[in-house]
């Protein structure tokens, strides 16, 4: 069975720097992987998809890269601002989604 | 683009009593729908795929009898929970997926979840 991990679990930064959040999954056969955000008490946004087939995507200031060998992905964020503030999923797609733990993101104004 | 309405955002109801829940793909056709569950700083997890017109397909360790999915139309999944209990207060959040743009991944829509608080 597909299982996903996030490191690190909670991350806190002060305004302006660049930081990664990491996904790993133990099955390379996916169909796609996503990241997402949550903000308290809310549903699910989603942020960059990245085909099986390709390396990296970019929105803004995000970035995010896929290593499907290696089952692994990571997520960049440029110039962190405090509304960056939020937890992070990466999910994974085969048949379903398979989510990550989750990154609680802190940016410190 | 699409979008899946999920309803009650919040719920609070007493312990005994049922409660459901219910995902609305809007404007498309959603033959296959998901439940998942969040419990305070946990990651979502998967309760069960709801396919129209069959039975739900549950995952291990969730009670079918308790959580009862229905998907009796192309754009509606119902969630019931029985019984209810306080240990069942968690974030319940569907996503449907729209077949209509094949099988690319990139077609799966969450709705915007329901909190249920059992007292």
């Known amino acids: 069975k597909q299982e996903v991990t996030q490191i690190p679990a909670a991350l806190s930064v002060p305004e302006g720097e660049n930081l990664v959040l990491n996904c790993s999954f133990t099955d390379s ?39 499907k060998s290696s089952g692994r992905s990571t997520l960049y964020i440029a110039a962190s601002q405090p509304g960056d503030s939020a937890t992070y999923l990466c999910a994974v797609t085969g048949n379903q989604f398979y989510f990550g733990t989750g990154t609680s993101l802190t940016v410190i104004p | 683009g699409a979008v899946v309405s999920q309803h009650p955002s919040w719920v609070i109801c007493k312990s005994g009593t049922s409660v459901k829940i219910e995902c609305r793909s809007l404007d498309f056709q959603a033959t296959t729908m998901f439940w998942y569950r969040q419990f305070p700083k946990q990651s979502l997890m998967l309760m069960a795929t709801s396919n129209e017109g069959s039975k739900a397909t549950y995952e291990q360790g969730v009670e079918k009898d308790k959580f009862l999915i229905n998907h009796a139309s192309l754009t509606l999944s119902t969630l019931t929970v029985t019984s209810a209990h306080p240990e069942d207060s968690s974030f319940y959040i569907c996503s449907a997926r729209d077949w209509g743009q094949g099988f690319s991944g990139n077609t799966i829509y969450f709705g915007e979840g329901s909190w249920l608080t059992v007292v």
């Open chain 1, 29 to 67: 056969a996916i169909y796609n992987l996503q990241w997402f955000r949550q903000d308290p008490g809310k549903g699910l946004t989603s942020l960059l998809l990245i085909q099986s087939s390709q390396r990296e995507q970019t929105s803004g200031r995000l970035n995010a890269s896929l290593d």
